[in-house]
């Protein structure tokens, strides 16, 4: 007994150096904890940071007198000869009025506060409406992207301003009595890609994406499902299905990259399909999440517990019967939880649609299957590489629609997934 | 958690009415009512080791444990028998508060060990397991050598200040759990490749190591053979000179052979409690009887 | 026709095959007495006349549509005589957009030898007609074999076990596409790989220490030779992944032991998510994150620190490649100590071992092995990670070690070499097939490896 209380004594002792290990350990875990969740919260808050002024476009309202001599017309009723008539001019006249210090040297400096489409935007919309001419009309423009970047960030050291401390000046002035306003940004989410920060959109890349992923849902969902079926179902156990199960784990680990090699050597260069296309690069991302669905569903068809299939062989069903009328219905949530998964893994992939050259510069929103494309995170790395700072703002936002769309993805699995996974 | 059921009351007292009767065959246990709190027997001792009040536990809304009361003496060995879910391997890990792990559990009552609340926020539950050892239902080495496994409990609490002490400690303990001969030429070995009995001695001299006070056996004999299962039976009647054992078991012909007293547990009630030769030869309530007749179990 | 119209036109045959499969089986048994004398349900004489007409003609247009430019393109060479064959694939192609152009108009066919001219014309028709023959072939066969299959509806024909049967090869057919995949992979990268060490040596890319693929655009210009040595890009890869695993291991690892044997439900249920939150990013966006926010903020920390940085640097690549590998590693950490029974744990608990005690010295070696197979799933990960390094780490193939140095991987060479418009023939497209073919080789490695210990470790607790 003295052994006893004598041990119990030692332990006592050794309390609170043990206790201090212990939390000092515990603590390491909050640590490792709060370093992954402040990374995550650094990232959206500088993406987001970043980009809801991708959100708000610049925009100048101007008072335009069409008039024709100024536009360098003899005959304003020609219309020929109004679509080749000088449209610079006006903006520029119509910018000086407003701002009295300009001085005919100035010229250039007014003419980049507007956008450099405005002249066409100006041309169509006398070309609409052929009574404008003679008359005064307030249009609104899109302003230049530099004083778009100047108007959002002035004084953040991240960006730098292109205009001239005049311009700057100008600008200022233009804000506050109202000409220069800031508003919703419609243009990003109605138009293509484009050189000019000011006007390039997110759509094309939308319905590249879209269509690309439509691609990859019809030919990755049946063959992923029924390839899950036979190795589930019908495959012997013999070494050839061995194989392909060991197959299809080590290709879902494969690096997507590698997959985009495929693409180019066999689809591209072998089968002679074009480049840059939501088809083939809808093909490419079949193969690389038809491993995760696979995998996905033939959990989704082993948590089907063996009595439904006795109770469906039992009265007679053939196996086919027994998978299609019975396994295959209890196991669709659960495969259907598995493809979105799959699916927002493949929204979200960049890497191999780079090599079969979906990255090319496309201004037009892509309608079919066959046009050129290209895909939401595609678009991004182009933003983010491109030198003028006014598309960083534009990346940013890309990304933040890429995330909606993919968080909506995944609430949609984990939705169904509460809803309609049966728990056996 | 004392007041009764009123609606039960009254059959309750036409139980205790047909107790001066000799039992009816044909009367299911399950028709039988058990009074909360209430134990038949001698359930109380003198200066005991364990000194158990009104102790409820419950996992979320199940109450697994209601009201028991009840003493566990010095040097004594305990068993506690009853049917599977009945609670008794619950209210096991009560003493050693191993049902701490589990989030939902909650536990009231008072349980004293040496006069100290084991559930007092003060107490320390690091010291508490270094005074009441544990083997568990399946042998659970760890998987390290046989010699590590021994020395793991001592190496943790500091208790030798140098290897040759730890050598003796190890070679004590594989000693009194009657391991030593068959290993004493392979400590490096790993664990994991002994048979079932040994690895469960192991476990036993792996408890023992540490000096304890008490130890706690939940069905230690369960998953082994009868040869293996003799042998520590042997081993639990030779150590209780040393220490207080609380034996859970199944088996009723094991409880006969190594208890001193023996407790019935049903339903999350302790039914009767009382010398082992008393329970087993004249049991007082008519659950105790029909379970050790094996009417249902 | 196109492809595509095609596609929709067969596939209203299939269904009308099926109707008339299905009335042909309701008409045959009706005058034996009803559905009862036929051996399968009419349906599946449907399908069976369904697959008839289906099968056969999309296996044709499938072939057709895939191979249809190469049939083209032999038949056009062939055409051009003996005496002007290409010789080499290269010569191939260059003589083949010649012919094209010629046959687009591009190129006037009095500018090039009459050979030429002839063959665009013959491309030209070629062309034209081979749209017409695929839709003829493919739907005589959709017609055909339809028919055929309707003909042969019996009432004593086991539809139902043919339909099956034909249904159990699809399935095979579809299991098979990961195998299809996997040689696909194992093909596209060998024979460039094998033409690429034609003409660079196996031991200057393996040993060489420059890394320089410019080939010159002129044969004969300057320095026209590019160097080959894969070392730098080998060294550089094993650092930024060195560091990312710096960085994922011990937070990843940290966070799974928190969250498994720590943390109550509630604290679970919200850090998890969140934790799987970080997973499902998009790698572009790390990408982005890695160049224009870390880069520049560790360029000027380490400034200040009076250290110099590249605007570049491995570090900041490794870091978020890191931040990206964390919710791998937990979860697949989380996975394993899981997986080491509770019995343990008590065993450990019951001697009167803290939590951190029995943490350290029971279940960390005990689910060791499976750790290490998640660590080499993640190191798997982190080498073949594209687009962070492609977007953050820069394109100087630097030998160095040093992680504020800017270095560049074999990731960011594959897609720097393929970007663009490429030429078959030149050692530089080459080389990046080269370099996939080395990057598949250690990530399957790698991933055997790491699979194996995975699932003997869980064998292990089962």
Redesign the interface.
Known sequence: ?N??SE??E???R??KR??R??RR??S??????A???G??II?FA??IG?GHTGFLKTTITLDVEMDSERMYLEDPTNPDEVRMADFVEPLIVSLAKILPDATEDDRDALRGLVNAYSANQLRNELTANPDWMGTTQTITFLANSNVDVYVKHKGDDAYSIKLSEQQQAWVDELQERGVIETRFNDVFFTSGDSRDPARAGVLGAIVGSLLTMFVTLVLSF???V??????EE??PKNRFTD??E??????A??????????G???FI????MPRSVPFVGGLVLT?MT??TI?ISSRAAIQSVPPSIREAAEGIGA???QVVLHHVLPLAMPGMLTGSIIGM?QA?????PL??IGM?AFIVEVPEG?FDAATVL??Q??LW??SPESGF?ER??AA?MV??TF??SM?ALAIWLRKRLERRW | MNTMNPGISAEADARHKSDAVIPVAEEKPEDTVIEEGKTVGKAFADNPKYKLRHVDVSYGDDRAIKNISLDIGRNEVISFIGPSGCGKSTFLRCLNRMNDSIESCRITGQLLLDDEDIYASKKDVVELRARVGMVFQKPNPFPKSIYDNVAYGPKIHGLANRKAELDDIVENSLRKAGLWNEVKDRLDANATGMSGGQQQRLCIARAIAVSPEVILMDEPCSALDPIATARIEELISEMSKSYTIVIVTHSMQQAARVSHRTAYFHLGHLVEVNETNKVFTSPQHDLTESYITGRFG | MQPVTLFFITLALIGVAYALGYFRSRALAAPMGGIRHLKSLPGYYGVRAAMWCGIPALIVLVLWASFEDQIIQLLVLGSLGPEMVPKSIGEASLLMSKISNVASGALSPDSVKEPIANAAELLKTLRENSETYMTLLVLSVAVLAGFVGWYRIQPRLNAREQVESTLQWIFFACAGVAILTTVGIIFSVIFETIRFFGMVSFTEFFFGTSWSPQVALRADQVGSEGAFGMIPLFTGTLLISAIALLVAVPVGLFSAIYLSEYANKHVRSVVKPLMELLAGVPTVVYGFFAALTVAPFIADFAQTLGLNASSQSALAAGLVMGIMIIPFVSSLSDDVINAVPQTMRDGSLALGATQSETMKQVIFPAALPGIMGGILLAASRAIGETMIVVMAAGLAANLTANPLETVTTVTVQIVTLLIGDQEFDSPKTLAAFALGAMLFIVTLLLNVLALKIVRKYREQYE
């Open positions: 007994m052994n006893q041990q119990a030692i332990v006592r050794s309390l043990r206790y290990k212990e350990f515990r390491y875990g909050i640590l490792a904890i370093l992954a969740l990374a995550l990232l500088d993406i970043k049946p063959i992923g029924a390839g899950a079926i036979y190795l019908f495959a194989f392909i060991v197959n299809i784990n080590n290709l680990a494969v690096p997507s990259i590698i997959f985009g090699l495929l180019l050597a066999v260069n072998l089968f002679g193969l038809l491993p696979i053939s196996k086919m927002a929204l979200g992939e960049t890497a780079l090599l990255v299957f995170p595609v991004v790395f983010a590489g960083i990346a940013s990304i890429l995330l993919l968080m995944n």
